[in-house]
């Protein structure tokens, strides 16, 4: 069994100069933007909050609620099945769906005051390998036990899944060579917004590498 | 001004992990770096500045700090250029309702000196930006170039990748004023804005969101001892025997500190209590003594509450000593820039309650990391409820901290500033090194 390199990726945000003021205007320009836009405001609250669950997991939920005072909406985009959702475009046109479903039975005047405003924000993945290196599943498990860096965490269970697959692939290759199918199914089961934050993630895999260790070896 | 320091000094504060990627992503920087803006020394963008470039150094970039120089006029001219660029338009309306009774004749006399004179600025300007790109060597990989003032250096650009750095709030700005500067901001190869609510629609280059630091190892933010802060407060004869409300800041109108004083007042029947107001004048606002003064009158019989007047400056250990010894630290403007004051206060595990304008809200995530808060009503709900409830203040300090730990220190902004120059080659949404 070859070696496997982790990789991890770094975050930074650019500004698309887009914004929108009510529902139909947030509709129309989520149809246009890059993948990474959506990612953005899916996700990064899930790297922003490393100590407390925020009131919605995701951007759009936020801002709906909290500026357009239209909480059903925003608890229907904060019950996304990210694990069914796992590339960009089916997440984005079931975001769409959701919000023109809503706006077709729902009378909906909200309208952002200046300043409130929702800003779309391009978020670029630097993606990079670090010097940590596992020869087998048992230094996987080490490796993820003794981290404390949550970034790899995001970055091989959320953002390379959804992004472009390539590392999540690599791992899950990687894994499959023991013939781990049982236990790359259940990773690849994980479900990123049933957690409380990035750590209680890292727990959950640490707890689902050492079952199949109890039960297989 | 090139000093060298270790990112590793940072490690017991941010872990390793990100101090090991800023060393990656260092390695994949190509060339030389020079930052440039007009000052050494006073006002946020120095003290970033002081705190960034020595790490940059010590990452082995290459990288040099300059500030370009002008005469009175010059300086007078890009204060104009800040005020007129940073939000001020009641200042503009106040001005157009002051020409209501005048006649057509004089209007447009008005209107034709008031030309004259944006014209003459326009040309301080530009002549002092010319004087400084003779004089420097502006030839790095990578410029990055602070503020209005020596935006229109890019007139010279001869090669290299040039980023303009804007650290103040641009979207509501004077247009005649603005239009005069997006030429030659138009022409960087990509500007990097504190916030989305800072930036401009027509710009027409990449703009990059960078959130401005901290600096934990700073003297205005690094651990002190009791016995520091006991020397501190004793020199300004504040004891410690009852809870201490601190906000820090200029004499401002848009800091409301009579608004704060309003609210302590509330607090103060309700339970005993001492109220800290610290800050400075700055030299280049007429308003700021009488602001002074009014709060000094409005303080006046309180023995409680303790006006103090930074001048000279209080140095930097001495403000770290007021926000180390409050219970609650406030923030209560009516406008603000970023107000990374609040990092400081939430940094020194305070709950901080602040007024909902500008960064502020990016800091303080209400009933989280402190407060957000409309009025001095308000305001002494809120620092009543956390006087009585000390394990809330502790939790929501924690939370604040662990909250600056993440997002405002300055080796996050040394990570966003690393992955910004390998971002300007690449315009992809996923680089891999």
Redesign the interface.
């Known amino acids: 069994m070859a070696d496997f390199t982790f990789y991890?990726a770094?975050?930074?945000?650019?500004?698309t100069?887009l914004?929108a003021r009510d529902l139909l205007e947030l509709v129309g320009v989520i149809k246009d933007v890059?993948?990474?836009v959506v990612f953005n405001h899916i996700y990064h609250a899930l790297l922003?909050y490393?100590?407390?669950p925020p009131e919605y997991p995701n951007d759009f939920s936020y801002w709906i609620a909290d500026v357009l005072h239209e909480p059903a909406l925003a608890e229907r985009l904060a019950d996304l099945d990210l694990r069914e959702l796992n590339d960009p475009e089916s997440l984005r046109k079931k975001i769409i769906k959701i919000i023109e479903e809503y706006l077709a039975t729902h009378d909906v005047s909200g309208r952002a005051g200046i300043?409130q405003e929702f800003?779309f924000?391009?978020?670029?993945?630097?993606?990079?390998?670090?010097?940590t290196v596992a020869r087998d599943l048992t230094d996987v498990l080490e490796i993820i036990k003794g981290?404390?860096?949550l970034?790899s965490i995001f970055y091989y269970f959320i953002a390379s899944r959804l992004?472009?697959g390539g590392h999540y692939r690599a791992l899950s290759d990687w894994v499959l060579e023991k013939d781990s199918h049982e236990l790359m199914g259940k990773l690849d089961n994980l479900y990123p917004y049933g957690f409380a934050n990035l750590n209680a993630m890292k727990i959950e895999i640490v707890k689902i590498i050492e079952g199949y260790f109890w039960e297989h070896l | 001004m090139n000093e060298k320091r270790s990112i590793w000094d940072y490690e017991d504060i941010v872990?390793?992990?990100l101090l090991?990627?800023l060393e990656?992503?260092a390695e994949?920087i190509p060339g030389t770096v020079q930052h440039i803006n007009a000052t050494y020394s006073g006002g946020g963008v120095a003290e970033i500045l002081s705190s960034m470039i020595p790490l940059f150094v010590g990452l082995g970039i290459e990288t040099e700090w300059n500030v370009i120089r002008g005469d009175d006029d010059f300086f007078s001219v890009t204060k104009g250029f800040h005020n007129a660029l940073h939000g001020r338009a009641e200042d503009s309306i106040a001005v157009c309702a002051e020409h209501t009774d005048v006649s057509v004749m004089d209007d447009i006399e008005n209107q034709i000196n008031e030309l004259t004179t944006r014209k003459e600025m326009f040309e301080t300007f530009l002549r002092w930006n010319r004087i400084n790109a003779e004089e420097m060597e502006l030839d790095s990989d990578y410029m990055i170039i602070h503020d209005p003032q020596p935006a229109a250096l890019i007139d010279v650009k001869k090669r290299g990748k040039w980023v303009w750095r804007c650290h103040i709030d641009v979207s509501n700005p004077d247009p005649l004023v603005w239009n005069f500067l997006r030429d030659p901001v138009s022409k960087y190869d990509a500007s990097v804005?504190s916030t989305?609510?800072f930036?401009r629609?027509d710009?027409g280059i990449?703009?990059?969101?960078?959130p401005p630091s901290i600096d934990p190892l700073s003297d205005k933010n690094i651990e002190l001892s009791q016995g520091e802060i006991d020397s501190v407060l004793d020199k300004y004869g504040i004891t410690q025997d009852k809870p201490i409300i601190t906000q820090v800041s200029r004499f401002d109108r848009l800091k409301d500190l009579p608004g704060v004083i309003d609210a302590y007042k509330r607090v103060k029947k309700r339970m005993d209590c001492q109220l800290i107001l610290a800050g400075g004048v700055a030299a280049d606002d007429p308003e700021g003594m009488g602001v002074y003064r009014e709060v000094m009158e409005k303080a006046e019989g309180d023995e409680d509450i303790h006006v103090l007047l930074g001048s000279p400056p209080f140095e930097d250990i001495e403000i770290n000593a007021f926000q180390r010894a409050s219970t609650v630290i406030m923030q209560k403007s009516l406008k603000e820039g970023f107000g990374l004051v609040v990092a400081e206060g939430l940094w020194k595990g305070k709950p901080v309650i602040g007024g909902a304008t500008g960064g502020i809200p990016l800091q303080i995530i209400n009933g989280?990391t402190g407060y957000l808060v409309h009025s001095s009503a308000g305001a002494a709900y809120k620092i009543a409820n956390l006087l009585k409830n000390p394990e809330l203040a502790r939790t929501i300090g924690e939370?604040g901290r662990?909250?600056v730990r993440?997002?405002f220190l300055i080796t996050r902004h040394l990570?966003?500033y690393l992955?910004?120059l390998?971002?300007l080659d690449d315009p992809?949404?996923?680089?891999?090194?």
């Open positions: 991890k770094r975050y930074h945000f650019e500004l100069g914004k890059d993948e990474s922003d490393h100590f407390l300043g800003h924000v391009r978020c670029i993945s630097v993606v990079f390998p670090t010097k981290s404390d860096d970034d992004l472009d | 872990g390793r992990s090991e990627d990656t992503l994949h804005f989305p609510l930036t629609p710009l990449r703009q990059f969101l960078v989280v939370n662990e909250h993440h997002n990570m966003d992955m910004l390998i971002s992809s949404g996923v680089i891999r090194l």
